[in-house]
């Protein structure tokens, strides 16, 4: 059972761009809960799952002072008060009823590690993220990327853009019966695992806690990660920033792998050492990177990784679906269930390694 107050009447304040339509869901499946939603207050939407929304949205000094009222007014929030860890900081100090926000991003732990929360405030207000809404999305970008490297669809694209027709024909991979590690066998990790054997690959990984996995070759912890590297054809990270990963992608890692390695990130970029990873791009260790996730994003103009021949860049867009917002509205309502019985929600951020 969760440590939570009996609430009643709950009230839910809606801290970021979402469309009327999944509010009325929202309403209508939680008779018994209060949605308190303003949508002048919210700055508009660029495109679809855009949480952040327009920077050039201005409130006015009243429309302001309404918007922190309403939070500060609600025993739940969807959403981090203007999608950054400042408003998370400044709700926590300044709503002690706040019990529950739930962050849009999978990966929002980095934004309450950044908001700087003291230990009570950690222990007393649940944050949990959308992890498992962007599983599909991100699993489909991984098989991508493996399926690039793997048919060489940087060179074509360079041939083509020069007009020319190799006299020499240079033969693809096949993906079929290859061997990819998955580093982070959650739910996007498995997601891309169940994806990969569709194509008839082995697939292999690491998890915290090591126990054996359907579907799944062997299944290691960090430790027996240089071992499973050395006899794969394609790696995905989809493990996400902390202490404990950062740089795990490291000159000794990359050099565990067998030359020609296909390397795809979905999960952080601070998990890469960005030099190592040239470096094995350069000495054939890797022969492809597909990458959503920087060290720095944006990624800085200066970095060679936006030049390089055998890299994809993408704008850590990967996640990003025409369904998210809906699909993100559903996460919270069977996590609002949850909370309201009690019972514990998944995805909660760890307190002390913010993931």
Known sequence: MMDTMTL???IVAIAVPLESEH????????PTVSFLYEAELLPPERFPADHTGDPAFVRTAEQEERYWAMLKSADILYGLPNENPAGLARIARENPRLQWIHAMAAGAGGA??????????????KVTTSAGVHS??????????????FKRTAELAQDQAGKVWPEL???????????????????????TARLARA???????????????????????????????????????????TPYTEKMFN????AAMKPGTVFVNVGRGTVVDEDALLEALENGRVSYACLD????????AESPLWNHPRVMVSPHTSALSAAENRLIAERFADNLALFLAGEPMPHVVDPVHFY
């Open 23 to 30: 509010v009325d869901s929202l309403r209508a499946a939680n």
């Open 251 to 254: 000159r000794e890692l990359f």
């Open 293 to 300: 996730v920087f060290a720095v994003e944006p990624l800085p």
């Open 169 to 191: 024909r240079t033969p693809t991979r096949l993906v079929n019966g290859s061997h990819v590690v998955v580093t982070g066998l959650g739910e996007i990790g498995m997601e």
């Open 112 to 125: 309450v590690k950044a908001a700087g929360l003291d230990t009570e405030t950690l222990q007393r207000l």
């Open 8 to 10: 009643e009447n709950p």
């Open 199 to 241: 194509l008839g690959m082995k697939v292999s990984g690491t998890k915290r806690t090591v126990e054996q996995l359907e579907g799944i070759e062997r299944v290691t912890d960090t430790d027996g990660l240089p071992e499973l590297l050395a006899g794969a054809d394609a790696v995905v990270n989809t493990l996400p920033g």
């Open 136 to 149: 599909l999305p991100l699993a489909e970008f991984a098989v991508m990327g493996i399926l690039n490297g």
